[in-house]
């Protein structure tokens, strides 16, 4: 079965850090993607994590404890740009498929 | 090069109506995906195909939904007869590999 926690929303200024967190229970896991999606648009890909750790892109990183079915997203630096929707994706299967979280809407106020 | 196509972007239809989405995924990808999204919600995966075979369709209400990839290329997602509960938007998804998918601008339904 699948199981995905994600706050459902989040609100920061513009210039600092927000940490969004996700909490999955997932049969065969086998990593785990971020997606950005802004309002009326399809999700784009941020980040894939395998193994524990941090992963660094830009402003952009992502932590994955397998151990413990936990993930953030931390977002540095924000821009007014990054407001949208942050959707958390475990992956399973020998086929790789996601299931998607409901989401977290991070608002960035000037 | 281009992304995944899909058409139309919008389609309002009554319930009991039938309704079909297309969708041209990325040159070369051999996996494609049809996802449901209803308001507020993640995608919700339909239906999963490795080139012209069906990997998994599971979640997809067969009795109503019914999805082709006859070529291994394009694909259409059939709706037939829509209710209301299938407002929603229905994204395109393909993937060279596992480890990315792109997806489709989405096609919106509304169903009245």
């Known amino acids: ?5 994600q706050p ?5 200024t513009e210039g600092a850090i927000v940490q969004i967190n996700c909490t999955y229970q997932t049969s065969g896991f086998n990593g785990l993607f971020w997606y950005q ?56 299967g020998s086929a790789r498929q996601l299931t998607f979280g409901s989401g977290t809407q991070l608002t960035v106020l000037p | 090069e281009a992304g995944v196509a899909q058409s139309p972007r919008y ?28 308001l507020g919600q993640g995608p919700k995966l339909l239906i ?21 990839r006859l070529k291994g290329v394009d694909s259409t997602l059939k709706i037939q007869p829509a209710k209301l509960e299938d407002s929603a938007v229905y994204l395109c998804a393909s993937s060279p590999h596992p480890n990315e998918q792109f997806f489709g601008p989405g096609t919106r339904l509304t169903v009245l």
């Open chain 2, 48 to 68: 999963q195909f490795q080139n012209n075979g069906v990997v998994d369709d599971s979640q997809l209400p067969k009795d109503r939904f019914s999805a082709e």
């Open chain 1, 1 to 5: 079965g699948q199981n995905i926690d």
């Open chain 1, 8 to 12: 459902t929303e989040m609100t920061a």
């Open chain 2, 11 to 38: 389609k309002i239809i009554e319930k009991r109506q039938s309704v079909a989405f297309w969708c041209n995924p990325i040159s070369g990808h051999a996996t494609l995906y049809w996802y449901q999204q209803i």
């Open chain 1, 37 to 92: 999606q802004h309002a009326g648009e399809a999700p784009t890909f941020l980040s894939y994590n395998v193994l524990d750790g941090l992963e660094e892109k830009g402003r952009f990183s992502s932590f994955l404890s397998r151990s413990k079915g936990y993930s953030y997203l931390l977002l540095k630096e924000l821009q007014m740009k990054d407001s949208a929707s942050y959707l958390c994706a475990p992956s399973s």
